[in-house]
C-alpha cells in the first residue's frame, strides 16, 4: 500500500457549534422546525457498516461493504401531541440538522437525511423523541452534508 500525504484535519469539514435548528419535512418542505436548543446531546447519529471481509488465497484482506443503516435521534422537552400526530403522518421522510458555526466562513453546516424508511415519534421520560432510519446497499452513504452557506 502506498503511503498517503498526511494532512491536518480540514476545520471547514468539522459540525461544531451547538445544533441550531432540526427540521422534519416532506421531501419538499419543512413541516416542523425546532429552534433555540442550548444544550450538547439532543441529536445523535449512529452510521452502521454491514461489511464483508474474505481472505484470499495470498493473505490479502478483500473488505465489502454490504449496506449501511443510519439512524438519526433527535430528543427535546417539548411534548407536543399535534407535533407527534405530523410526524408519526405517512408522509414525513426527511430530517434536517443545522449547526450554528462550523464549515466555511463559520456559518454551520446542514446534516440531511432524505427518503427515510421510516421516521416515528414518541415521549419517553417526559421528552419527546424522533428516530429516523434509512438503509442503503453498498457504499452509498444515507445522508449529505453540506455547508450552510450552500443550503
Do not use: W
Not at 471481509?53 to 443503516?69: C, F
Not at 405517512?90 to 421510516?118: H, L, R, Y
Amino acid at each position: 500500500m502506498a503511503d498517503a500525504t498526511p494532512r491536518t484535519l480540514d476545520k471547514t469539514n468539522v459540525m461544531i457549534g451547538r445544533v441550531a435548528t432540526i427540521s422534519v419535512g416532506d421531501g419538499t418542505d419543512l413541516k416542523l422546525s425546532i429552534s433555540g436548543l442550548q444544550q450538547e446531546g439532543v441529536i445523535i447519529i449512529n452510521d452502521e457498516v454491514k461489511e464483508i471481509n474474505t481472505q484470499l488465497e495470498d493473505y490479502t484482506d478483500h473488505v465489502e461493504v454490504l449496506a449501511r443503516k443510519t439512524t438519526v435521534e433527535f430528543i427535546f422537552s417539548e411534548i407536543d401531541d399535534a407535533d407527534l400526530d405530523l410526524i408519526n403522518g405517512a408522509t414525513i421522510n426527511e430530517i434536517e440538522v443545522k449547526t450554528s458555526t462550523g464549515g466555511a466562513n463559520s456559518t454551520g453546516m446542514v446534516f440531511n437525511m432524505a427518503t427515510c424508511d421510516s421516521m416515528k415519534a414518541f415521549v419517553d421520560g417526559l421528552k419527546t423523541h424522533v428516530i429516523a432510519t434509512k438503509t442503503s446497499t453498498g457504499k452509498t452513504l444515507n445522508y449529505t452534508i453540506t455547508d450552510n452557506a450552500a443550503a
